[in-house]
């Protein structure tokens, strides 16, 4: 039975002394010591399971890179030196963006006759950082991450594969991109370290005065964002670490300066005359990331002659910290920069349009050609907000726009060439409409690096891709779509058993298709599949890795919430189990999302085709200790007829767990007495407001989660209301409150350095304080180093063994009332 849900605030002095507690959390003297603690063995051989290579097509689509991926890093390399910096985390020993994936080896296969070739050159250990193919198709760039820097690296894939450095000098990746492949694939634009930069800033050793903050009367919102600047000296690390200078650099080592100071992006013009900078400028904001600061965007000269000169100021944004929290709400001016990638020089920007307050829908697509001297043309007059183009020719681009608040999103035909041409409506459909989305445009690298439209051979269709989301599930598809019949014809379809999905069309001769094949027992691998035959040769031979989960049952079941609305879930069950074999007790992962019609919210997500992956975050691993696992059951919360969604989230969110536990306990595959819930961020939040306004559960497992709305004041998730507008949603919604209700056992984990906007690591901290304050019965984890996600190994073990050990405890060995 549910309890009666009682929504009463508590009273203002308990509310007073949670809030303004000791900031320390006391764990229970001696518990299970302070050393990190390893699970069963078989969930320890999901953790190290072998991991399938990314794949990248290479421009001329003749080659597929394949970045090997390493085992989780230790805890150690999480521990390196960090700075948090403007909303960034930087790693001072490398200059680098910390916390980045990296792989171990680079291999290169030939799709024509499955060539293998292995990137040699590389020092023992080697952590690979970004790889990037030349336009031309025939190189590969990447980085080579040392202790003390970034080095640049090219392999040539037709002549030899071994990686040269292009430069003596390190490369600067704090702000975010390092490199990028000139046009003509003769040379590369990077960011490096200035040669003459100085020491590191010293902090002072005593305070010379408070640290101040002062708004004088204008309303200056903002989410609440992390790791932010809170000093003059963070000033100053923040311009040391950020500042470079950017070149060009010939593959013979030649270097041609461009610019310099906190590059934060630049991207070289089609025919590579021209680049596009944008540099970050003071005043910089202690309230507001360095994505918000002053932004410079200029057109510089890439020519030998004039190398650097500036051509043109596109803009010069002043600091933003004026933040409007709609949802479809923009940063005041241009925005958005990118070069046609079907012309030579043409620069493309979007603003909204003039006179129109940026909270209102609205937007203007610009392009400017070179020489940049004319008057920008208006390419695209958008009523809702911009999203993006695929370019293609003079007569045909795919512009997008689409509106947040509404869900809808609408596609036009556009003509660059010929702007006085009425645009031409493709599609007007609602995002959250799964089922009819009608896939997105298929583009391909030109030999200049841009992404264009992938045309049939006849000029006049292109393709569209899309996940192919049914109430069987999803089968992606691919089809040609005639741009003047405005019709759509499927060219294929994936087919059980098998989930297979679209890579690459070859419609140059008979019409190949490049696909990556997997089932719910083998790994991802990659085909050529020939359209007409429905032959399929084998470019991958990916052996499937040991997997402790692979002889599973999974499949996707459909049921209804008591007001009528759809859900869905995939459930796993054990292998070898049979129904006949009794009740199991079973682990529910979940993460709500709101929708604004019950149609769309009922919608099947999902296959039950997909390789059941050995992954170690979420819950398959307890598929290996005699669980039941229910995987992303929909939690839909829905406002429609003019209702906000979270108006009703408890009622909503108590009805899909409620049917939940029905479908499954009917089954006869779970015992409902025996039902943990768990999930992770918003899903951490879910499993506590279910454990505070119900009995369903035995216990619940709530990772990285925020707990007190109060503590992220102007929205979060999907609502855009602040708190002073809707106190009692707030209210209402924040477990904290209810903290006194919660008699379920609730383990939380949380990373130390979670960086995620609202998930503060204080959330657990002070949640488990009222809850423990209280009597309840709860258990606090906090992992050294971790960010929102868990990446070390030692942090990731423990994290399942703590959880294993919680629903032993309380689910498989206890259950509601035992």
């Known amino acids: 039975m549910t309890k009666k849900h009682d929504f009463r605030l508590p009273s203002r002095a308990f509310a007073l002394s949670i809030l303004f507690a000791t900031p320390f959390v006391v764990f229970a003297a001696g518990v299970d010591g302070t050393r990190y603690q390893t699970p069963a063995q078989s969930i320890v051989d999901m953790v190290d399971a072998p991991l399938i290579p990314q794949t990248s097509l290479s421009p001329s689509r003749d080659w597929i890179m ?3 991926r390493p085992a989780l890093p230790p805890v150690a390399e999480l521990a390196q030196p960090e700075l948090r910096l403007a909303g960034l985390r930087i790693n001072p020993r490398t200059n680098d963006q910390s916390r980045t994936g990296q792989t171990t080896g680079i291999k290169l296969i030939k799709i024509a006759d499955r060539t293998e070739k292995t990137v040699t050159g590389l020092p023992a250990g080697a952590r690979i950082g970004e790889a990037q193919w030349s336009p031309d198709g025939k190189r590969v760039a990447f980085t080579l991450v040392r202790e003390a820097g970034i080095e640049l690296m090219v392999a040539d894939a037709t002549n030899g594969t071994v990686a040269k450095r292009v430069t ?56 609440t964002y992390q790791d932010l600047l809170k000093s003059p000296h963070d000033e100053a690390l923040f311009e040391y670490y950020g500042s470079s200078e950017l070149v060009s650099i010939a593959l013979d080592g030649k270097i041609l300066p461009l610019a310099a100071g906190l590059i934060r992006w630049f991207q070289p013009s089609p025919d590579g005359e021209f680049v596009l900078v944008q540099t970050i400028k003071r005043p910089y904001s202690y309230s507001v ?64 349009i003039e006179g129109r307050r940026n909270t209102i829908l609205g937007d203007q697509l610009y392009g400017l050609a070179s020489p940049f001297e004319a008057e920008p043309q208006v390419l695209a007059k958008l009523d809702l907000r911009y999203q993006t183009t695929y370019w293609g020719r003079d007569d045909v681009a795919i512009t997008v726009e689409g509106a947040r608040k509404t869900r809808r999103t609408v596609a036009w035909r556009i003509f660059p060439g010929d702007p006085s041409r009425a645009p031409v409506k493709l599609f007007d459909r609602s995002s959250e409409d799964r089922y009819g989305d009608p896939g997105t445009p298929v583009t391909e690298s030109n030999s200049r690096g841009g992404r264009v439209l992938n045309f049939s051979p006849d000029g006049k269709s292109i393709y569209l891709l899309g996940s192919g989301a049914s109430p069987e599930g999803e089968r992606p ?156 059951p929909t939690m839909p919360i829905v406002g429609e007829g003019g209702k906000e969604p979270n108006d009703t989230y408890l009622p909503q969110l108590i009805a899909s767990a409620e049917a939940a536990i029905d479908e499954v306990v009917r089954r006869g595959v779970a015992d409902r007495s025996k039902i943990a819930v768990g999930g992770h961020s918003y899903g951490a939040f879910m499993v506590a407001n279910l454990l505070a306004h119900t009995k369903l559960f035995a216990a619940g497992i709530a990772e990285s989660g925020a707990y007190n709305r109060t503590l992220t004041p102007f929205g979060f998730q999907a609502e855009d209301r602040t708190f002073w507008n809707a106190r009692d949603v707030y209210s209402q919604m924040s477990p904290f409150n209810y903290a006194d209700q919660i008699k379920t056992p609730l383990l939380m984990i949380h990373g130390e350095a979670d960086s995620n906007t609202g998930t503060f690591p204080l959330q657990s901290e002070r949640f488990y304080q009222a809850i423990r304050g209280l009597g309840g019965t709860a258990r ?21 063994w703590e959880s294993q050990r919680w629903l032993d405890k309380y689910v498989k060995n206890g259950g509601k009332g035992g």
């Open 477 to 632: 598809f691919i089809d040609r779509y005639d741009l003047d019949a405005r019709e759509a014809k499927r060219l294929f379809r994936s087919e059980a058993p098998h989930y297979d999905t679209p890579m690459a069309l070859f419609d140059n001769g008979p019409m190949k298709l490049l696909l990556q094949r997997e089932s719910v027992s083998e790994a991802p691998n990659i085909y050529l599949r020939d359209l007409a035959s429905g032959g399929m040769q084998a470019v991958t031979r990916f052996a499937t890795p040991k997997n402790p989960v692979a002889n599973v049952t999974k499949e996707v079941i459909r049921y209804k919430r008591k007001d009528g609305v759809e859900l869905s879930a995939n459930l796993y069950l054990p292998a070898g189990y049979r129904v006949q074999d009794g009740p199991l007790p079973l682990l529910m992962w979940a993460y709500p999302r709101e929708f604004r019609s019950a149609e769309a919210a009922g919608q099947v997500s999902g296959s039950p085709y997909r390789y059941v992956r050995p992954s170690f975050s979420g819950p398959l691993p307890f598929l290996t200790q005699g669980y039941a696992v229910l995987d992303n």
């Open 168 to 223: 003596d000098r390190p490369l600067n990746g704090a702000l975010g991109r390092s490199f990028v492949w000139h046009s003509d694939s003769k040379a590369l634009l990077a960011n490096l370290i200035p040669t003459a930069r100085g020491g590191v800033p010293k902090a002072v050793a005593v305070a010379s005065g408070p640290s101040i903050q002062e708004n004088l009367g204008r309303r200056n919102a903002a989410r």
């Open 289 to 352: 990331p360095a994505s918000r600061f002053p932004l410079k965007t200029e057109i510089r000269d890439a020519r030998d002659a004039d190398a650097g000169k500036v051509i043109k100021v596109l803009s010069d944004l002043p600091l933003a910290e004026d933040e409007e929290l709609d949802p479809d709400a923009v940063r005041k001016g241009p925005r958005q920069y990118v070069w046609r990638g079907d012309a030579n020089a043409t620069i493309t920007w979007v603003q909204p």
């Open 780 to 800: 606090l984890v906090m992992l050294p180093y971790e960010d929102h996600g868990y990446r070390g190994r030692e942090s990731v073990l423990h994290r399942l």
């Open 66 to 68: 394949l970045l090997e």
